[in-house]
């Protein structure tokens, strides 16, 4: 029996009612609540972003965001064949232009939450209370978009107090920037957002800042400034991570070129800030420059202050207050750091990185205010595109056919090829194919090139895609989608796929003297590579049967020849080869090659019996099993 507790079992008993002595929890008769003590859930979750949930937490998070009343949302199905060609998580030609016809229908209907009115006499209480009334009928608009007209929305934020951060950066601000990927611009801007500022103050301005500019060659940003003139969005192009290479050499040049003395280290962040303001100052770019120029960070302040309205409120202080908005995946903390040229902002990729809107004083004459990161809600074609584009974090990802297939239709075998120094097979038309590149074909061919395979065997295509999706958005394999009047993307990327692009950035493509340019795929060329990407491929299983089983073929004549060959002799309980079965046995090989065997050679058949060496003699303790101490 164990030894019994000396702790005495009422003592927790009694530290916890002394804990809450004099207290009472708060019932239904209570008619008043002070405002920070609204039933808003935890602290630490007020700001959790919240772009995704499972239908048990999203019928819970309604009902409680609508006090009594909820509503029910369930998820589109659709039924898929298994017998239709190509990939079913994609949509055919047609399919893809219905829905994005009715995404140009119903583009009006998808608007931000706006703020209620609220004056002096609203208490905080009714204020509360109307937010989260007029939060609820914009769900359920949402809601009854997904499911009454079968529209795929993204996934878009659903905490409220995230929204909030929103509405107040927007009431500061005098202009509005909001910044997207140059791959994909239109998806994640959102047009709505301008109207809303409109709505505000007829005086704001709003922005496009098109980040990751350095990703788009000179044609494409020439087709987007065309589009975005005749639209008349205002826009900006700029790349963080080239800005932020820039300022990381030039800090690495200065720091070897200067001495470490006391004196010039406290001097230097005062030179750096004087002579920042005096770029900007002499940074003088007119529209034709502004045009399709990706703008170093100095050149860009400059751009702002010029488009920025003079506003005088209170909170500014005669200073132009610029508030900052977008995804949390496009690049917004990063632009902000190559602004400001320290870090001041944490970076990330995911939702929530930032908690709460914030102010950073970029020059005596700007501020920028800064919102966390938010999803706003935009039509997508699929899944798969979602993951494409970043919105959907791969990590998570459980079906990965899709997106794997949309990138391997994206991008030109060939480049694939090379980027990856990789041999992919495919059907071609007599074998059932279109001679193109399969999700199978492209994730069997890198993960027998890379070594990925699962612990029973078989290449592991679920990690070959978490790979090659992250390369995708990272921009390692490039693809820009194209403005709405360029038809051809194929056309509009081919710049991205010319043979010297594509060498320049991959050591697989190797130039010969005639100036040719070869793939060298030696990643595929190991035999234990191709043996395990003919062992999934369909097409090479076929191709082995026929190469097998074909008539006149030296593999099935071997076969033959051993098996004719074959005699055995019944024992005493248990079957015996002859040496002269052996022998014949031996002469030809599994490829049906002949082999020369030595006939004087014999086989001994007689069993030889070994007896055992005796062991180290256990003692009678050991033996049963008692340790000695």
């Not at 031996?586 to 014999?602: H, K, Q």
Request: hydrophobic share 35%.
């Amino acid at each position: 029996m164990g030894r019994r507790s000396k702790v005495n079992p009422s003592l927790g008993k009694a530290i916890i009612r002394k804990r809450f002595e004099g207290q009472r929890r708060p019932t239904d008769r209570d008619t008043e609540l002070h405002t920070v003590d609204l039933n808003d859930g935890p602290s630490w979750t007020k700001l959790q972003s919240i772009t995704q949930q499972g239908d048990l937490e999203e019928f819970l998070h309604t009902a409680e965001l609508a006090g009594t009343e909820f509503t029910a949302e369930r998820m589109n199905v659709k039924i898929v064949s298994s017998t239709q060609p190509g990939n079913a998580f994609l949509l055919s030609a047609d399919e893809e232009e219905r829905a994005l016809q009715k995404h140009r229908e119903n583009r009006d209907r998808l608007r931000v939450p706006r703020r209620p009115e609220w004056d002096e006499t609203t208490t905080p209480s009714q204020l509360h209370r109307s937010e989260r009334d007029s939060f609820m009928d914009w769900r359920r608009e949402l809601a009854r978009m997904q499911e009454e007209d079968s529209l795929l929305l993204t996934p878009f934020e659903r905490n409220l107090e995230v929204w909030r951060q929103l509405w107040r950066v927007l009431e500061r601000s005098h202009m509005v920037v909001q910044i997207v990927d140059a791959r994909n611009p239109l998806l994640f801007r959102c047009p709505d957002l301008d109207s809303y500022v409109s709505e505000i103050d007829e005086r704001k301005r709003c922005l496009l800042l098109i980040n990751k500019a350095d990703m788009l060659t000179d044609s494409q940003r020439e087709a987007w400034a065309t589009y975005f003139e005749r639209e008349k969005i205002g826009y900006l192009f700029f790349s963080a991570k080239e800005s932020n290479e820039v300022l990381r050499r030039e800090r690495e040049e200065a720091e070897n070129n200067e001495s470490s003395t006391e004196e010039s280290t406290d001097k230097t962040p005062v030179d750096e800030a004087s002579a920042f303001e005096e770029r900007v100052r002499a940074a003088a770019l007119d529209d034709a420059a502004l045009r399709t120029r990706v703008l170093a960070p100095a050149e860009l302040v400059a751009a702002l202050q010029r488009t920025c309205p003079k506003i005088a409120d209170e909170h500014s202080k005669n200073r132009l207050v610029i508030g900052l908005v977008g995804y949390p995946n496009v690049g917004k903390s990063s632009t902000i750091n190559a602004l400001v040229g320290a870090k001041r902002v944490n970076v990330g990729a995911m939702p929530g990185k930032t908690k709460h809107f914030q102010t950073i004083q970029l020059t005596d004459d700007v501020v920028l205010c800064d919102c966390p990161g938010l999803v706003f809600p935009t039509f997508a074609t699929t899944t798969a595109d979602m993951v494409c584009n970043g919105v959907l974090p791969i990590d998570q990802l459980r079906e990965f056919t899709g997106p794997s297939a949309l990138v391997a239709r994206r991008i030109p075998r060939w480049v694939l090829e090379a980027t990856y120094g990789i041999r992919i097979p495919v059907r071609s038309e007599e074998e059932g194919g279109d001679g193109l590149p399969t999700a199978e074909d492209l994730l069997v061919a890198y993960a027998a090139a890379r070594g990925l395979f699962k612990p029973k065997g078989g290449p592991d295509q679920a990690r070959a895609a978490r790979v090659l999706l992250k390369d995708y958005v990272a921009g390692k394999l490039p693809y820009c989608v194209p403005p709405p009047d360029v038809l051809d993307s194929a056309e509009f990327n081919a710049e991205h796929y010319a043979p010297a692009t594509v060498a320049a950035r991959s050591r697989h493509v190797v130039q010969n003297d005639s100036d040719d340019f070869s793939v060298n795929r030696a990643a595929s060329d190991r035999r234990p590579v191709q043996r395990a990407v003919n062992s999934v491929v369909p097409s090479r299983i076929d191709a082995l049967d026929r190469q097998f089983f074909g008539s006149g073929s030296a593999a099935l004549q071997g076969a033959q020849l051993r098996a004719k060959s074959h005699h055995v002799e019944q024992g005493s309980g248990f079957a015996r080869s002859t040496p002269a079965a052996i022998a014949a046995r031996s002469v030809v090989n599994d490829r049906g090659e002949t082999i020369t065997v030595n006939p004087t050679a014999t086989v001994s058949t007689s069993k030889k019996h070994r007896k055992r060496r005796p062991g180290k003699a256990r003692s009678a303790a050991a033996a049963a099993g008692v340790d000695d101490f």
